[in-house]
């Protein structure tokens, strides 16, 4: 570690970890304050991660953005980078057959027998009638459709893919949080009232669906750091911390180059590291391990969608994203995408060619593939995202409000600990946060949307390629 200097700079803000909420909580402090970022990895993004193999862009992390997006209140300039595109998403129900998602009445009803649909009608009266307190996201989902049904359209399958946790340990308040699409889709008040909002007001600018330009993320972020730097935020990459210290006027951060001081710290990087680096104790919350799979097919994707679920009883991979939709693939193929698979806590890594082999089975089962599939490349993410199990919350609060006592304030997925699905969520709740700790002055959270000229220039078809780091994040070659 270098030598301290002699009078340092004692920042307004430290910021640790440099994704979207770190960079949304960048731009809103650093227009009253000075901001510091300190990131571990080589480049901006958290889990937003990109990578190039035989000259095809894999992406880990949410690619799909709206134009009305918190993020790009804050950031137009990424919204002017971003390419316009059709995103179609589609999953494989229990019956094998290819329908929407996350529900597809006709694909999931229409084979169901008349006794079958009595059945279904029957356990969702029970449900629905049943006293006993709901403790659970998947006493929730039950709750709405019925157990019949529930598992009819394998929303007990996907959960636990999604997870890897069965629904029955996961937290009730969590799903009435996360899951509220099913309430949506299951109320007929909410079916009627949608429908007659839409015939008297008409719908909403439902806003236009984009994607990152090509580049990766790491790239595409760089545009609001350019814009960060441009109002004083200053950024550290490859700088690990190793110890946080209270002192009685500043806060001190030690990393693996030097020394930092602020009057407070903000963390967006995993709740335990944040304690330990605070001498606490670890909270020992699960969060999800994901293996990502690169694969390229020489063929024909049957499902023809960008996006595609496993609801299927079958195979252990949760979702692939279709980056060929946005991306021409190279190399001589014809598709190339990821593949997620989640890794249940405490299991063993399976080995990524073993994965891709039960993969392949799977695919050629179900005849989602013609052709011929090809391993191009794997990596693992730990900590890509909180498990909400039962009782989860009362120990994350108590993290979060120790590291609050000794000045930090905590942001995000990770820093949370809060099962956030979406960067435009994650924007959102950056700007709730500070505005509870009494961080932003009024006048911020009125800051209007992007010009119009910024969503009018989006690029609608995207540029030839160039020819969502860590260890946990490195991309294996087969």
Not at 4 to 27: E, F, N, Q
Request: aromatic share 8%; glycine share 6%.
């Amino acid at each position: 570690m270098q030598p301290p200097d002699k009078d340092p700079r004692v920042y307004d803000y430290i910021i640790m970890g440099c994704g979207i909420s770190a960079l949304t909580a960048a731009k809103l402090l650093s227009e009253q304050h000075s901001v510091l970022i300190l990131e571990r990895y080589n480049e901006p993004g958290g889990n937003h991660k990109s990578y190039t193999i035989d000259g095809m862009e894999f992406d880990i992390g949410a690619i799909c953005f709206n134009t009305n997006d918190e993020q790009f209140r804050h950031f137009p300039e990424l919204l002017r980078e971003c390419v316009e595109k059709d995103v179609h998403v589609k999953k494989i129900c229990t019956t094998g057959a290819i329908g929407s998602y996350p529900f597809d009445w006709t694909a999931e009803a229409s084979s169901l027998t008349f006794r079958q649909r009595i059945s279904c009608a029957i356990s969702l009266l029970m449900w629905r009638l049943r006293s006993q307190r709901n403790d659970s996201a998947r006493s929730y989902a039950q709750s709405r459709i019925g157990d019949a049904l529930y598992r009819r359209v394998g929303l007990d399958l996907y959960i636990k893919r999604l997870f890897g946790v069965d629904a029955g340990g996961i937290d009730y308040d969590f799903a009435m949080k996360r899951m509220q699409w099913l309430s949506r889709e299951t109320s007929l008040r909410h079916r009627l009232g949608r429908l007659i909002r839409s015939r008297l007001a008409g719908n909403p600018a439902p806003g236009r669906t984009v994607v990152r330009p090509p580049g990766g993320f790491g790239a595409y972020y760089q545009k609001a750091i350019c814009r960060l730097r441009e109002n004083g935020v200053e950024f550290k990459f490859n700088e690990a911390a190793v110890k946080i210290e209270t002192r009685p006027t500043c806060m001190e951060v030690e990393t693996n180059v030097r020394m930092y001081s602020a009057k407070q710290i903000i963390s967006t990087i995993p709740l335990d590291e944040a304690s330990a680096l605070c001498g606490l104790p670890e909270t020992g919350l699960p969060t999800v391990t994901m293996l990502s799979l690169y694969v390229a097919l020489r063929g024909t994707w049957v499902p023809d969608c960008s996006i595609f679920y496993n609801f299927h009883s079958d195979g252990n991979w949760k979702r692939i994203t279709v980056h060929s939709h946005f991306y021409p693939s190279a190399a001589g193929y014809d598709k190339h995408f990821t593949v997620e698979i989640t890794i249940p806590p405490g299991a063993a890594l399976p080995d990524p060619s073993h994965a891709f082999s039960d993969l392949r089975t799977h695919l050629l089962k179900m005849k989602l593939i013609e052709g011929d599939l090809t391993l191009i490349g794997s990596s693992v993410l730990c900590n890509a995202y909180p498990i909400p199990e039962k009782g989860f919350k009362m120990r994350r609060d108590a993290a979060v409000a120790q590291l609050r006592s000794k000045g930090i304030l905590c942001l995000g997925r990770q820093g949370k600990f809060e099962y956030i699905p979406h960067s435009n969520i994650a924007a959102r709740e950056t700007v709730a946060t500070l505005s509870q700790a009494s961080l932003l002055p009024p006048a911020a959270d009125a800051e209007q949307r992007p010009p119009a000229a910024a969503v009018d220039s989006l690029r609608t078809s995207a540029p030839a390629l160039p020819a969502f780091v860590a260890p946990e994040q490195n991309v294996q070659l087969p």
